[in-house]
């Protein structure tokens, strides 16, 4: 397996002298949130992430109260293009709406993105969230597995995926030079298999 972080706004621009580690092989970075936020520091920390030769992902807090197509549009707006990129994320975690809903709203911001980045989508959740609104979402079986679950224990299996892509273990360690807390993260693969998902 190979280990990596996921960074946001509350760490503000990041450090990427400080974070060379051979260990460490891929970040994601937060790029925008609902329908109103974009986070100021993504564009300079993927520029440095880069330059530093780290692989890097971006990602988007899904709210599906909000309209979830003009999200996607938002998202793929700011993060351009992800050639030579992993595939971007959308989280599911912080927001939910009506049960009922849920399936329909995710569903359609996964489709538009996916129409307008032509890429594969990993989508990022934890065993509860995912069991207790979207338990019959077969179509997510066409996306990645992020798997929010701290611990040392390996994740169970969820509905609809056969295994999980990567894995959030932890979501508070703290690096040096680095403002707040950061998610650790390890991808199922070797270095060669996660170099390879830029091309999905």
Known sequence: MVSGFDFSNKNGILDWEKLTNPSQCFAYLKA???LYVTDSAFNLNRAHAKEHGWLVGAYHWLNPKLNCNQ???????????????????????????????MDRNVRAFVDTLIELIGRKVVIYTSSTYWKSYLPKSEW????????????LLFPSQIFPWSGWTFWQNSFKAILPGINGNVGVNWFNGSVKELNQMVNL
């Open 32 to 34: 925008s949130e609902g």
């Open 140 to 151: 997510a079986e066409r996306c990645l597995l992020w798997i929010d679950q701290p611990g």
């Open 71 to 101: 999200q996607a549009e938002k998202f793929a707006l700011t993060i351009s293009s992800t050639k030579g990129e992993l595939p971007p994320a959308v989280c599911l975690e912080l927001y939910r709406s009506a049960t009922s809903e």
